[in-house]
Nanobody, 122 residues
Framework: QVQLVESGGGLVQAGGSLRLSCAAS????????MGWYRQAPGKQRELVAA???????NYADFVKGRFTISRDNAKNTVYLQMNSLKPEDTAVYYC????????????????WGQGTQVTVSS
């Protein structure tokens, strides 16, 4: 069993900052890519940022220069530092992690966090 626990969402004014965290725990053999998605009301879930095991990040164009994704492999945790937040960043943010579990290390399973609400007021 693997669990992902997210934290760090909340309400912030436009131009403000928030930092999201997502910690994985359980029967983990290794972790591959880690990422953040978001879903606004009435819209499809979209990729925000992802980071592979080597630490190379990738960002959606709409967050480049404002958001920074990072990971702490020793803590099995991925972070999303969000600066210069805009009202259009309002959404539920989900972490997504590819994990090889103990006993099934040949296969990468995909896990989702429970989601954390980010609300940016104008």
């Amino acid at each position: 069993q693997v669990q992902l626990v997210e934290s760090g969402g909340g309400l912030v004014q436009a131009g403000g900052s928030l930092r999201l965290s997502c910690a994985a725990s359980g029967s983990i053999f290794s972790i591959n890519a880690m990422g953040w998605y978001r879903q606004a009301p009435g819209k499809q879930r979209e990729l925000v940022a992802a980071i592979i095991s080597s630490g190379r990040p990738n960002y959606a164009d709409f967050v480049k220069g404002r958001f920074t994704i990072s990971r702490d492999n020793a803590k099995n945790t991925v972070y999303l530092q969000m600066n210069s937040l805009k009202p259009e960043d309002t959404a539920v943010y989900y972490c997504n992690v590819g994990i090889r579990t103990l006993g099934s290390s040949w296969y990468i399973n995909e896990y989702w966090g429970q989601g954390t609400q980010v609300t940016v007021s104008s």
